[in-house]
Each structure stands twice: as C-alpha cells, then as structure tokens.
C-alpha cells in the first residue's frame, strides 16, 4: 500500500473554522494502516491512563475492532504510533494554520464574519463546549487585523479624493513641484542643492499668500448680512 502525501486546502480549514471537523488520513504504521484524526488538543506528555485514553479517541485501525487495541499493542508498536502521530499533528496543523489565512480572503469567509459581528457566535460557528477551536480564534484575530487594514486604507482613499477639494490652487502647485522633483532626479548633487531651495521658497510664498488671501476675504466680507435664501 502506498502512502500518499495528504494535502491540507481551503476546504479543510473551511470545516475547522465554521463546523469545528477536522481532517481524518490513513497511515501506515509498521505495516498496518491506521487513521489519525487530527485534533487541536495536546497529547499528554506523560505514558498514563490519559494519554492511552487521548490516542483511542485519534485513533483507529480496521484491522482491530473498537478502540481498546491501543492498550493491548506491545511497546514497541505503540511508541511507532505515537511517533507517527506527532508527525502527522505538526503537520497538519501548519498547514491547516495557512490554509485559514488563505480562506479568510475569500468572499464566504467575509460574509460569514459579518454576520459574525451582528449576531451570536454560535450562529455562525459550530462551538464545542461553548469555547473555540484554535482555528475559530485565528479567524476571529485575522479578520480583526483585516478589518483594521480596511479602515486605515479607506480613510488614506478618502483622503486621496479630498486632497483637491482642500485648497484647489495649492494642491495644484504642490503637484507641478512633485513633478518637477520627478524631472530634476538625474540633476548632479549642486543643481539638486539649488532645486531644493527653489522649491521650498516657492512653497513658503505660496503658504504666505494663501493665508494673506484668506485672511482678506474674510475681512472683506460682511457676516452681518449672510442669511439663508429665503428668510
């Protein structure tokens, strides 16, 4: 029997963050095919009671029935099983790991987050004991960044849009000096020296005269007499 490499996708994470199902993938160990199910739970470091009841429920094999095999195989068999277990978890759990980055980018995964913050968890995920799986809570973080990096990205677009509505006159001077930072790049060390100064005089002038402008327009103006049409 030929052991297949098992490949984690978007559909595994899928399960793990909204049903909380983890994948399941053949082994063989010494020969024998076995079935881990992968679990987001820690194996007890200890050889006890708890860590033979921990691999039953991981665990199974055909050729045995029920699950109690695991405390009848001999030591070196079951050290080779717990070894291969291991392996398979930390692999599994990267991979996994990525997976759930990747699924977060998905149009599903977004609308099941919004409904996630209007509503009650449960109504979105499957809970166990009323707690999260490790997936579910990097989901929850991930989706927390990302909505973070929405807010900063669209206040920077805002911001972009307004820039011209701010004052017309100067966001269009400011663009012709860009533009000729842009054409003075190849320039020797000294012309970029007299360029610099040029354009930071005709900057300070244009600030200067902005201010002046305004501040006459206003004086000039007379707020006694501004009404709303119609009054």
Not at 142 to 150: E, G, M, P, V, Y
Not at 197 to 212: C, D, F, G, P, Y
Request: proline share 3%; net charge neutral.
């Amino acid at each position: 029997m030929n052991q297949q490499p098992f490949k984690i996708t978007q559909e595994h994470a899928r399960r793990a963050v909204l049903n909380n199902e983890f994948p399941e993938h053949m082994i063989n160990v010494v020969g024998i095919p076995f079935t881990f199910k992968f679990t987001d739970y820690t194996l007890p470091i200890i050889s006890n009671d708890k860590q033979l009841q921990f691999m039953e429920v991981v665990c199974r094999c055909k050729s045995f029935s029920g699950n109690q095999f695991i405390r009848e195989l001999p030591p070196v068999i079951y050290k080779e099983l717990l070894r291969t277990f291991l392996d398979f978890q930390t692999t599994v759990g990267m991979q996994l790991f990525c997976a759930v980055e990747e699924y977060i980018t998905t149009a599903e995964s977004r609308n099941y987050w919004e409904v996630f913050k209007a509503s009650r968890p449960e109504l979105v995920l499957n809970l166990k004991n009323n707690k999260f799986n490790v997936f579910q809570r990097k989901w929850i973080l991930l989706n927390t960044a990302k909505d973070k990096q929405d807010n900063v990205e669209l206040i920077n677009s805002i911001f972009d849009v307004l820039k011209p509505w701010l004052n017309l006159d100067l966001f269009t001077k400011l663009q012709e000096i860009t533009e000729n930072r842009r054409e003075n790049v190849f320039y020797n060390e000294e012309n970029i020296s007299k360029e610099d100064n040029r354009i930071r005089e005709k900057a300070r002038k244009l600030m200067q005269s902005s201010t002046v402008s305004t501040k006459s327009s206003l004086s000039n103006s007379n707020l006694d007499e501004i009404s709303i049409e119609g009054e």
